[in-house]
């Protein structure tokens, strides 16, 4: 392809191509069937010495990628969490790769820095976050970025945490070795935090804690109180807690408001993971779940899960800017730039240095569907949510085994691991739904989760009945 008109032609035949995909989705089984290795032997050795024909390309979309794909966007997926997805945000994605900029710095695409800024105030006032998070409140030092996911919000959180609290510790006593703090620094989260906050600790070499948490899933002040305690007492330096709001397990919510009190007593970084959950913040009725979240210092969501966005857009604000910024400072001739002390240059703020021109696609997404669609979706997915849990709790071989708060129902049945395990194996071979499993309370459990942004009512009937035909034949089976 080396001309516009072929980009014309071929654009409009893959936007088809596309549409007609969204609109079938439903009839392809939500997981891949294939063996590892499938691919291999249906396509050459060696990339082409010459162009293929573009027709060529297209065929083999259904011949070699479809097969291999598991279709997160079919409303018959329901394991992990949702994967934003609309057509506003796939052509916003579209203008970002021909726009095809690197924003690193403000010079190197100034739209590219200065959309973000503002998208991420948009989203803040969304969500009602604390005001000293946005860049626009007068005087304010914090501000927003966008990450590509929430495990790059939590290490970023955790390793600005680190520099923050070694900085702070040498200038009590200037003696004290680096490193020696270093080994002293300890971090907090949950038993049930996404196991990406235990990365960020492998990643900053820092210590973590994995905390017990109450019959509801979440972690409780009293708890992180007594570990801090110990570990003062062990001579360790708490400096870091990730509390999680709408946890991988169950969507349990850790009790920020009385944890934040402690971080703030403390002088602890507080990070708060809200990668799914976040977006029911933008509803006021869900807003309540946040309460505490003035004690942060930073918070993440991920819009590329519930808010439409496509992977990968994770929203993340800190309540100063200056601890990212100084943790990860670097310059070279070539970056820099007459504007660099008034603007913000992006590459400070996160691991990688380059950038892609994501606020448009959360632009797109807040233009064209605006608040109310979007409340709209995340409240038609919630009572989703709870038609499937009305199915579960009218039969009674199941339980439910965690409270259903927003689109996620954790459920069993009555009986041993091995039965469900065996459950879940049956409903997975039939092909009609996708479920994973879990562990709460050291139980195997099954994970239900309205995903797809095009699930319907029939779709959970679907689902239910898909579980119930396959319970029937287990306790056949079973009572054999
Ligand atoms: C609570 C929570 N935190 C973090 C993550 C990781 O998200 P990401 O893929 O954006 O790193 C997930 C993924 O499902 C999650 O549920």
């Given at each position: 392809?080396?001309?516009?008109?072929?980009?014309?032609?071929?654009?409009?035949?893959?936007?088809?191509?596309?549409?007609?995909?969204?609109?079938?989705?439903?009839?392809?089984?939500?997981?891949?069937?294939?063996?590892?290795?499938y691919l291999r032997s249906l396509i050459p050795d060696e990339a082409p010495q010459y162009p293929d024909k573009w027709q060529d390309v297209m065929q083999d979309i259904e011949r070699v990628i479809m097969p291999g794909v598991t279709h997160w966007q079919s409303p018959h997926f329901h394991a992990y969490f949702a994967c934003g997805n609309s057509y506003a945000s796939i052509l916003a994605d579209m203008l970002s790769d021909a726009i095809g900029c690197l924003g690193f710095s403000w010079i190197s695409s100034p739209a590219c820095t200065e959309l973000e800024?503002?998208?991420?105030?948009?989203?803040?006032?969304?969500?009602?976050?604390?005001?000293?998070?946005?860049?626009?409140?007068?005087?304010?030092?914090?501000?927003?970025?966008?990450?590509?996911?929430a495990s790059e919000s939590t290490a970023m959180a955790l390793l600005s945490a680190k520099m923050k609290t070694i900085n702070k510790q040498h200038?009590?006593?200037?003696?004290?070795?680096?490193?020696e703090i270093m080994s002293k620094l300890v971090a907090y989260t949950s038993e049930y935090a996404h196991c990406s906050v235990e990365r960020a600790s492998l990643i900053s070499s820092v210590r973590m804690r994995k905390l017990p948490t109450d019959a509801k899933f979440a972690l409780r002040g009293d708890t992180l109180a007594q570990a801090i305690t110990e570990d003062k007492a062990n001579g360790l330096i708490p400096?870091?807690?990730?509390?999680?709001?709408?946890?991988?397990?169950?969507?349990?919510?850790?009790?920020?408001?009385?944890?934040?009190?402690?971080?703030?007593?403390?002088?602890?970084?507080?990070?708060v993971d809200a990668a799914y959950a976040g977006t029911s913040f933008i509803c006021p009725e869900f807003r309540p779940l946040a309460d505490g979240l003035e004690f942060a210092d930073s918070f993440n969501f991920?819009?590329?899960?519930?808010?439409?966005?496509?992977?990968?857009?994770?929203?993340?604000?800190?309540?100063?800017?200056?601890?990212?910024?100084?943790?990860?400072?670097?310059?070279?001739t070539y970056l820099k730039h007459e504007h660099q002390d008034v603007v913000v240059d992006y590459r400070h703020w996160h691991i990688p240095f380059g950038r892609r021109f994501r606020s448009l696609k959360l632009w797109f997404v807040l233009?064209?569907?605006?608040?109310?669609?979007?409340?709209?979706h995340v409240r038609k997915h919630v009572s989703l949510a709870r038609e499937f849990e009305s199915f579960v709790r009218q039969d009674d071989r199941f339980e439910i085994v965690a409270d259903v708060v927003?689109?996620?129902?954790?459920?069993?049945?009555?009986?041993?691991?091995?039965?469900?395990?065996?459950?879940?194996?049956?409903?997975?071979?039939?092909?009609?739904?996708?479920?994973?499993?879990?562990?709460?309370n050291q139980q195997f459990i099954i994970r239900f989760a309205v995903c797809a942004a095009q699930t319907e009512s029939e779709d959970i009937l679907y689902a239910w009945n898909a579980i119930k035909e396959e319970v029937d034949g287990l306790q056949v089976n079973n009572n054999k």
């Open positions: 392809m080396t001309n516009s008109s072929d980009f014309r032609e071929w654009g409009k035949e893959m936007v088809d191509y596309i549409a007609d995909y969204m609109d079938g989705v439903s009839e392809r089984p939500p997981l891949s069937k294939v063996k590892p290795g800024m503002v998208t991420l105030d948009w989203l803040g006032k969304m969500l009602q976050l604390p005001e000293s998070f946005l860049t626009c409140t007068e005087g304010s030092k914090g501000g927003g970025v966008i990450q590509g996911t200038e009590l006593d200037p003696d004290k070795d680096q490193y400096a870091f807690v990730c509390v999680n709001l709408g946890t991988t397990t169950s969507c349990a919510f850790d009790n920020l408001a009385e944890i934040g009190a402690i971080c703030e007593r403390e002088n602890i970084w507080l990070h991920n819009p590329h899960k519930w808010m439409l966005v496509n992977f990968d857009c994770s929203a993340m604000w800190v309540r100063n800017q200056i601890d990212l910024v100084s943790a990860f400072h670097v310059d070279a233009r064209l569907f605006g608040v109310t669609k979007l409340q709209e927003l689109g996620l129902v954790c459920f069993r049945l009555k009986g041993s691991d091995t039965l469900n395990e065996e459950l879940l194996d049956r409903v997975t071979k039939t092909g009609k739904i996708f479920m994973v499993g879990s562990h709460l």
